[in-house]
């Protein structure tokens, strides 16, 4: 027989996979944004280099550490259930080791070749993510994006600190993005609602429900909009063609 032409998805190594490379470019990319609010354009290569490679470092430990927390949750989830650890492809002690090597690589990395502050900044998204968000309010609080979402916003501010400033555009940033966070992911969890509601995880729209998680979504949506106007005064030129744009 013919094999089937529909393609398989791609599985990635697992110690690849627990450091949820889809997730870096993202918060790259604003760190970048940071900096560059701070430094203006262009940017010192080799610094820019050094903080990108500390802020991927980061975020691939804080992405292991957060999948050995919740392997039990990861478990219990379809969605998740055949990720790596909880499906038996990567040991705990080996993930361990990979978080830890990768954190500590992420301050070298920083500290000697941008700055102690950016590694700090690094250093507290990093727990600001597995301790606040995965640990503290994810299993406790429907709101736990509202403030987790700290954690995803800090990369502006590692940027901002990489260029020697931080400035209040890299503070209008910081908050561009965490108030766009919720409305983004509270539109994710109302796909899988029922895969949280399985697992007994209090995501806005298994304790209010639909409505109510929408109306949060337009909300957080119109701030967003609004706030994102503030940077035809953040922008260090092309303020106003920014704005128009917006």
């Known amino acids: 027989m013919a094999s089937s032409s529909v393609p398989r998805s791609v599985r990635l190594p697992a110690w690849l996979e627990v450091a949820k490379p889809r997730l870096i470019p993202l918060l790259l990319a604003t760190t970048v944004g940071g900096m560059a609010l701070s430094a203006g354009w262009p940017l010192d290569a080799p610094r820019l280099l050094c903080t990108l490679l500390g802020g991927a470092l980061a975020a691939a430990g804080a992405g292991v550490l957060n999948c050995l927390w919740e392997e039990e949750l990861d478990r219990r989830m379809q969605r998740t259930s055949t990720r790596a650890i909880p499906s038996g492809r990567l040991a705990h002690d080996r993930a361990f080791a990979l978080a830890i090597a990768l954190t500590v690589a992420s301050v070298l990395v920083l500290v000697w070749g941008v700055n102690p502050l950016a590694a700090s900044l690094s250093l507290l998204g990093l727990c600001s993510y597995v301790l606040l968000y995965t640990a503290l309010l994810k299993p406790r609080t429907s709101l736990n994006i509202v403030i987790g979402g700290v954690a995803g916003a800090i990369p502006p501010l590692v940027g901002a600190a990489a260029a020697g400033s931080l400035g209040w555009p890299s ?57 994102s106007l503030l940077g035809i005064l953040a922008l260090p030129s092309g303020g106003w063609l920014y704005g128009l744009l917006v």
Not at 180 to 206: C, K, N, Q
């Open 171 to 227: 503070w209008w940033l910081f908050a561009l993005v965490l108030v766009w966070t919720p409305a983004h992911f509270w539109a994710l969890s109302l796909l899988l609602r029922e895969d949280y509601r399985s697992a007994g995880i209090p995501m806005l729209p298994v304790v209010s429900g639909v409505i109510s998680t929408t109306r949060a979504i337009a909300r957080y949506s119109i701030l967003t909009a609004l706030l």
